[in-house]
């Protein structure tokens, strides 16, 4: 067992009118794990009569965003023309590639008095791919591969192990888990070869090599080929990590590419409105000063 290379507390980021998410990366002593370079955790937020999430039309280069949610539901908007509501246990994937804009709202009727909770992150294409055509993919609640691990509940939401693989479309090689463990029973996982690897801390405690984490921290391993914990009856876990690129990946605001001349013709780009427009939108988030 290899004690853990970092670990990255989460920092509030207010998203506006009063919805904050945990922002856990990028870091400033830590921007990516594997090819993992965005982590937002949502929530728990209740929205009451009238409160909504209004992430409004904004563009991404680059990159994979994944949406997963524990509760609540969120619409997903793009120039595609596509428009998908997400409920949990599902997951929204969607390519940016060359270029894609997109925005995320709740709706009046999707129900009133709910709570939102989920994670959204964020994965860096490999260089081959990231001008690729724009994409995506709705992966339904029943397609996600889900085992029990000594009385853990384990769901792969991307990538591969165990011998089994998400049907989430992926470039690259990586992993990414649900999990609800069975409370102060110990979980050994796997790290594959020459790959980073981190343990987040959705809800609950988990114990570390006899160091204790609570809610919103990310535990991060650089070298290590097992990882081992226990947690606490309530915990909701997640499990992620992949091979690091051997490019630098730059990042500026939604933009992300190994070539920064592609950022700054993505900002050119989106000031223009060459982005297309996203579907049944008329609101869109600005281009922000340098």
């Given amino acids: 067992m290899t004690n853990p290379s970092i ?68 619409r997903h908007r793009d ?27 709740t709706h009046p009727e999707m129900g009133t008095n709910i709570t939102l909770h989920g994670i959204q992150v964020w994965i860096a294409l490999p260089k081959d791919f990231e001008d690729v055509s724009p994409s995506f ?29 998400s049907p989430v479309p992926v470039h690259s090689e990586l992993f990414y ?24 801390v959705a809800v609950g405690v988990v114990q570390v090599e006899g160091q204790s984490y609570s809610s919103g921290e990310m535990i991060v391993w650089d070298n290590a080929s097992e990882v081992s914990f226990t947690a606490s009856d309530d915990a909701r876990l997640l499990f992620f990590g992949g091979k690091p690129f051997s490019e630098k990946r730059h990042i500026w605001w939604n933009l992300v590419s190994s070539n920064p001349d592609k950022i700054e013709q993505a900002k050119k780009d989106w000031k223009n409105g060459k982005f297309g427009t996203v579907i049944d939108e008329t609101e869109f988030i600005p281009l922000p000063e340098d």
Wanted: glycine content about 8%; hydrophobic content about 40%; proline content about 9%.
């Fill in 79 to 105: 120039t595609l023309g596509i428009t998908q509501d997400i409920k949990p246990g599902e997951v929204n994937w969607m390519t940016a590639g060359r270029g894609i804009a997109h925005s995320e709202r």
């Fill in 177 to 200: 888990l649900d999990i609800l463990p069975k409370a102060n029973t110990p979980i050994k996982l796997p790290i594959p070869k020459q790959s980073e690897a981190a343990l987040y």
């Fill in 137 to 165: 993919t709705h992966i339904p609640n029943h397609e996600i591969p889900k085992l029990e691990l000594d009385g853990h509940q384990v769901s792969l939401i991307a990538g591969s192990m165990f011998n089994l693989t």
């Fill in 7 to 74: 670990v990255i507390p989460p920092r509030e980021k207010d998203l506006g009118a009063g919805f904050t998410v945990k922002r856990v990366l990028p870091w400033a002593k830590r921007k990516t794990v594997g090819p993992f370079v965005f982590w937002d955790h949502m929530g728990p937020s209740f929205l009451k009569n009238g409160d909504e999430l209004q992430v409004r039309a904004h563009p991404h280069i680059g990159l994979s965003t994944l949406t997963y949610l524990f509760s609540g539901s969120i």
